[in-house]
């Protein structure tokens, strides 16, 4: 990762905290004008907290300890009865972070420890990996999804199926808001979206994505030829060059893999593939690890494509969706 790009993230980071912090101040400055009493029982509720800690010290009462607690309810609930009675939220006064999590730090410090949050993850692999991918996709989303743009009419002959494309896009909605719904599950399988050009498998795949972030996962959105071509040229960069792309496929919760089938294949990229998709099987850190593959190849095009080993992986652990119907991109533009 670029030390330059974390640490202009975390002076945004700082801003925005700062930002929210100042935001809530005024909030609370403006209901104090318009409300004083609110602003007395706040400056009780601060001069007990400070006092009860110095009275605990001193005569190490339970009685007292036992006094102040029931003070500082009675205030709280005065507190919570007047702003009720303004029809204003309890939190309405409380810092509004972007991120509950981590409260716009993008660290998270659990004993001791401090670990990233995703939201910081995700910023850094938005501008590392993903920018060419899943930028300007905020309305792919499942209630945008349009399943009356595919055919009504079954056509076993043309389709091999008796399903209906109309028919058979519904169900495999279905089995993608399962997949979200079930994403931490390890009985959940992963998904493989097989199909011609504009049949929506990109589209499909971005709704699950946004679900997924919104849900505070990290998610990397890959072509594979791209992604191929960065792991190998990772591989020969010097050290202080390289972009840590490997370990970052390897531990993001969701990883989307466009286009497979499109790359140059050699040995060496097979391997890194195969890599990939099993490390990613056995799971190592032991946290919902979960991958989309999209590609035009059929069952067929897969196994005369790739390695038995990698295709077995394909078949026992991914559920495989096939789209089919007319090209839907040219019906949005009539």
Request: hydrophobic fraction near 30%; include cysteine; proline fraction near 2%.
């Amino acid at each position: 990762m670029n030390n330059s790009i974390l640490n202009d993230l975390l002076k945004q980071y700082e801003q925005k905290r700062l930002n929210n912090i100042r935001d809530a101040e005024n909030r609370k400055k403006e209901l104090y004008l318009s409300n004083p009493k609110l602003q007395k029982i706040d400056d009780k509720l601060s001069n007990i907290s400070i006092n009860s800690a110095k009275e605990i010290l001193k005569t190490n009462s339970e009685k007292t300890l036992e006094n102040l607690k029931k003070e500082i309810n009675n205030l709280k609930k005065e507190k919570e009865n007047l702003l009720n009675s303004l029809n204003i939220s309890k939190d309405y006064l409380s810092v509004k972070y972007d991120c509950n999590i981590c409260n716009d730090t993008g660290y998270i410090f659990k004993n001791g420890i401090s670990t990233m949050c995703n939201c910081l993850k995700q910023k850094i692999y938005n501008l590392e990996y993903n920018q060419k991918n899943i930028n300007n996709i905020d309305n792919q989303t499942f209630d945008n999804f349009n399943v009356n743009l595919f055919s009504d009419k079954s056509d076993e002959k043309k389709y091999n199926s008796n399903l209906s494309p109309r028919e058979n896009i519904i169900d495999i909605k279905k089995a993608a808001q399962d997949f979200i719904t079930n994403f931490e599950k390890p009985e959940t399988k992963n998904l493989i979206f097989t199909g011609g050009t504009g049949l929506g498998k990109t589209f499909l795949s971005n709704c699950i994505v946004n679900a997924l972030l919104e849900k505070g996962k990290t998610v990397m959105y890959q072509t594979s030829p791209v992604m191929l071509d960065n792991l190998i040229a990772d591989l020969f960069a010097k050290p202080e060059n390289q972009t840590g792309i490997s370990n970052n496929l390897l531990t993001v919760d969701l990883l989307v893999i466009d286009d497979l089938g499109t790359e140059t294949m050699n040995s060496m990229k097979f391997t890194e593939l195969y890599k990939i998709i099993n490390t990613r099987l056995l799971n190592q850190n032991n946290k919902p690890l979960k991958t989309i593959i999209s590609t035009n190849l059929d069952l067929k095009g897969l196994f005369n494509t790739y390695d038995e080993r990698l295709v077995s992986r394909f078949i026992g652990y991914y559920d495989i969706y096939r789209f089919y119907g007319d090209d839907i991109r040219l019906k949005k533009q009539k």
